[in-house]
């Protein structure tokens, strides 16, 4: 979705932009709001590997076709073949892993081995790299890349995916009761930390007698059977509701009907789900691994340490203060208008992007 925003803005500016994907993911809707963007799906292989097909021919005549590259993410066998062409065909390229580069749970092996074999290479030879935040340059800095070839863009937002809103439809779609909701949006995954949530918020419920419901929204990342297992163990199946992924006006209208979102990642470049929730004007409850540690200084929610211990306190003091809420949630919205605008970061991918093609 960053590519598709950062791909729809630069568009805007002029710039003639083709995405090159698998195509897991890529719906009729997505394509539909690309606009002028140009989308190229390859066949996804073995999904838990994002293994693409070998097509050699479609990657050579989008490598040859393009002035600059963008390649996104790290670990990737997709990136390793357009580097292969890029290098070839002496087509300029910039990186941007989007807070990808930290080896952290499953496949470290693979990744290792991958860093080995072309990661280490493909980051080496790019003429820029992009993080997405300041936390993340010190990551990029460490596989060689010298600061000066380093530029900081972060995510954006567009507002004008987030206006819908319909508390009562979005409950009865998703058969949720009247009360309240702690939302969290994201993959069930380790490194997003569902498990310390889920935890943090049945203790929270026990100690201080919350009315609240925990909604989680997103793909399973191999975590939901055992999430779902803990809540129904602990008498929670009733107050924890498992949504699958949701997307458009949906997950607008998600974050308008929550009282706040939580964010209870383990290890995170630049969480652009703040990004989506401070649109919507809902304040937010983050660990210290998200980089986005200035939320706590706009007073747009609270930031915590990535355990079990700090996420229920934040859930305590949070719905202990709904009058507050309100007041975090316009602080946010104002911090991410001012700053996080995909327009605004389309334009500086563009100046970076003549710079790197002369």
């Known amino acids: 979705m960053r590519t598709l925003q950062v791909s729809r803005f630069l568009s805007s500016l002029d710039a003639e932009c083709t995405i090159l994907s698998l195509d897991t993911g890529v719906t009729r809707d997505l394509h539909e709001r690309a606009g002028k963007v140009r989308i190229v799906t390859l066949p996804c292989r073995i999904e838990r590997y994002f293994v693409p097909s070998m097509s050699w021919n479609t990657v050579k005549d989008l490598v040859c076709s393009a002035d600059v590259i963008q390649m996104m993410n790290h670990w990737t066998l997709l990136n390793a073949m357009v580097f292969h062409y890029a290098a070839l065909y002496e087509k300029p390229y910039i990186l941007c892993p989007a807070g990808a580069i930290p080896i952290f749970g499953r496949s470290k092996v693979l990744k290792r081995s991958y860093d080995i074999a072309i990661g280490r290479k493909i980051l080496r030879h790019a003429k820029a790299c992009v993080a997405i935040s300041p936390k993340e340059v010190e990551a990029i800095k460490a596989y060689g890349v010298p600061g000066e070839m380093i530029s900081v863009i972060p995510n954006g937002i567009d507002p004008g995916d987030y206006l819908k809103e319909d508390d009562s439809e979005f409950r009865r779609k998703y058969g949720l009761p009247d009360a309240p909701f702690l939302l969290y949006v994201g993959r069930l995954n380790p490194i997003k930390?569902?498990?310390?949530?889920?935890?943090?918020?049945?203790?929270?419920?026990?100690?201080?007698?919350?009315?609240?419901?925990?909604?989680?929204?997103?793909?399973?990342?191999?975590?939901?059977?055992?999430?779902?297992?803990?809540?129904?163990?602990?008498?929670?199946?009733?107050?924890?509701?498992?949504?699958?992924?949701?997307?458009?006006?949906?997950?607008?209208?998600?974050?308008?009907?929550?009282?706040?979102?939580?964010?209870?990642?383990?290890?995170?470049?630049?969480?652009?789900?703040?990004?989506e929730a401070g649109i919507c004007k809902t304040a937010v409850l983050l660990t210290d691994r998200c980089g986005f540690d200035n939320v706590a200084d706009v007073e747009g929610g609270m930031v915590v340490s990535a355990s079990i211990d700090g996420l229920q306190e934040g859930i305590e003091i949070m719905t202990g203060n709904s009058s507050g809420l309100e007041i975090m949630g316009e602080n946010l919205m104002k911090f991410v208008g001012d700053r996080y605008l995909w327009k605004h970061t389309a334009k500086q991918y563009l100046d970076l992007f003549n710079k790197v093609a002369g």
């Open 193 to 275: 930390g569902p498990d310390l949530l889920l935890e943090a918020f049945m203790r929270a419920v026990r100690s201080k007698g919350l009315p609240h419901h925990l909604v989680f929204a997103g793909p399973d990342g191999g975590m939901l059977h055992g999430l779902e297992t803990m809540a129904l163990a602990n008498d929670m199946a009733g107050r924890v509701h498992f949504l699958g992924f949701i997307g458009g006006d949906d997950k607008s209208r998600a974050y308008h009907a929550a009282e706040f979102l939580v964010i209870p990642s383990r290890q995170e470049a630049m969480s652009i789900v703040v990004l």
